[in-house]
Nanobody, 128 residues
């Protein structure tokens, strides 16, 4: 059974940092791209960052480039999201996601419909 569990959310002041982790199990982690999505209050879930599985290419929502870094540790079956220079508009629930097998991920990574498995999410609140 595929399972994804996020850790590391919390309350942080503007300008601060958080590191999110997503522990994966139930599949060969090194064979799949992984992504983080964010759902702000009252808004749709949106792509935040993604990382490929064979060359570690990374992709980001424009507003997160230069502030967020996605990485993965295949030995630990974990994907991370380092978030720096946090802003109030970064507030939301952050979800870890994995696409279905056979996904044309490099073309569809922004599309949440391309992802079959999701974690329960972790709340990030940026506020003074």
């Amino acid at each position: 059974e595929v399972q994804l569990v996020e850790f590391g959310g919390g309350l942080v002041e503007p300008g601060g940092s958080l590191r999110l982790s997503c522990a994966a199990s139930g599949f060969t982690f090194s064979n799949f791209p992984m992504a983080w999505f964010r759902q702000a209050p009252g808004k749709e879930r949106e792509f935040a960052a993604g990382i490929n599985w064979f060359n570690d290419n990374t992709y980001y929502k424009d507003s997160m480039k230069g502030r967020f870094t996605i990485s993965r540790d295949n030995a630990k079956k974990t994907v991370y999201l380092q978030m720096n220079s946090l802003k109030p508009e970064d507030t939301g629930v952050y979800y870890c996601a994995r696409p279905a097998p056979g996904s044309a991920w490099e073309s569809n990574y922004r599309n949440k419909a391309d992802y079959r498995y999701w974690g329960p999410g972790t709340q990030v609140t940026v506020s003074s």
